[in-house]
């Protein structure tokens, strides 16, 4: 077993809750909230060779996918090894890890693999016993881990390219010079300062479309105004105002590039964006046409600095909304990968495309 931080993580949350037997809320700056808890009732993994069942009684019990009882472990064991995986986590350093002394333990109970499939939001399926209803529900968590580096919210690809027409007002440039002069700019914020280029020289860089029809549609079937609203966003970015979304929304509360009415102090935009995060986070992907429904139903398992855990589940949707919209920043991945950031004509017209990246700050 090899993996990063990131996935390792995942491996010490199966360890660490099965352990503790609890999982706590957590509030919009990662701070437990101790009157907010969820007793866990059981783990399930699914491995090649199919599912597991660990059962967290008084030991934890290991069930396969046809109801037999393979193996019976203390709960000590389990508290023991997330501490031992936690402090070789923080101690290491690299970006890609093996520890046989857990992966022994590992194959003793069964766990074959460090990570969920790619593509699933959900990174560890838990049921709990849900309080506030007194019942048993079966929920697929996220988990993202603060002990490596700044996990990604939304992968870029050229799926998630913005596209603009470039219409030059009142300058000295015809637009053919401009695509030439804004190529050629070689710095190493060379994105940025492109353009900031264009946008000083009396360039308006006109939303047309989304390089990703899926995308778009996915985007339009959270808000209709979402990809006019994002395009927005994104030129704030990248012509240098903020890296911060919470800081790019409030720039758009301000300048309401959408003509809102606003006369009743509504927050338009936050709340869209807030919403956009939110289903990002739970299941939407550029790649699939989103439904609306949930991949983590039961939402974030945050891995803090500190070996604690925190949840945001349902009953406390504003604290992992504003947690989405405090803790997320707008990133530049790689230009030539992805292929934006240059002028090209096309049909006699002039675009220009900007990528969409987000990283956890």
């Known amino acids: 077993m090899k993996g990063n931080k990131g996935e390792w993580s995942e491996v010490y949350t199966f360890l660490k809750l099965l352990g503790d037997g609890v999982i706590y809320g957590g509030n919009e700056n990662l701070e437990r909230i101790n009157s907010i808890f969820y007793p866990l009732v059981s783990v399930i993994r699914e491995e090649s060779d199919g599912k597991y069942f660990y059962k967290r009684e008084s030991n934890i019990n290991i069930i396969n996918s046809e109801g037999k009882k393979l193996l019976e472990v203390s709960r000590a064991q389990f508290i023991e090894k997330a501490k031992e995986l936690f402090n070789l986590l923080k101690s290491s350093k690299g970006s890609s890890f093996k520890f046989p002394e857990i992966e022994e333990f590992l194959k003793q109970i069964y766990v074959e693999k460090l990570k969920s499939a790619s593509g699933n939001k959900r990174d560890i399926t838990i049921v709990v016993h849900d309080l506030n209803t007194n019942t048993t529900p079966t929920l697929g968590f996220s988990i993202k881990s603060r002990l490596g580096g700044n996990s990604t919210l939304l992968n870029p690809g050229e799926s998630t390219n913005f596209i603009y027409e470039v219409e030059t007002l009142d300058n000295n440039y015809t637009t053919e010079d401009l695509m030439n002069i804004v190529n050629n700019i070689k710095t190493r914020s060379k994105i940025k ?31 209709s105004l979402l990809p006019e609203i994002l395009s927005q966003l ?3 970015y990248y012509s ?15 300048s309401n590039p959408i003509a809102f009415n606003q006369s009743k102090h509504h927050k338009f935009y936050e709340y869209k964006i807030k919403n956009f995060l939110t289903d990002v986070a739970l299941g939407m992907t550029p790649q699939r046409s989103w439904t609306g429904h949930y991949d983590a139903t039961g939402g974030y398992l945050i891995v803090k600095e500190d070996g604690d855990i925190v949840c945001y589940h349902i009953y406390n949707r504003n ?6 919209l405090n803790n997320t920043l707008l990133d530049t991945p790689s230009s030539s990968r992805y292929k934006f950031g240059e002028v090209y004509k096309e049909n006699n017209k002039y675009y220009y495309k900007l990528n969409l990246q987000i990283r956890f700050k």
């Not at 240098?240 to 301000?254: D, N």
């Open 193 to 223: 300062d492109r353009t900031k280029f264009l946008i000083s020289n009396k360039v308006i860089l006109k939303f047309c479309g989304i390089q990703s029809e899926n995308l778009y549609l996915n985007l339009q079937m959270i808000d």
């Open 319 to 324: 604290e992992f909304q504003e947690y989405l």
């Open 234 to 236: 994104l030129l704030y």
């Open 240 to 254: 240098g105002q903020s890296a911060s979304i919470k800081e790019l929304v409030e720039i758009l509360e301000e």
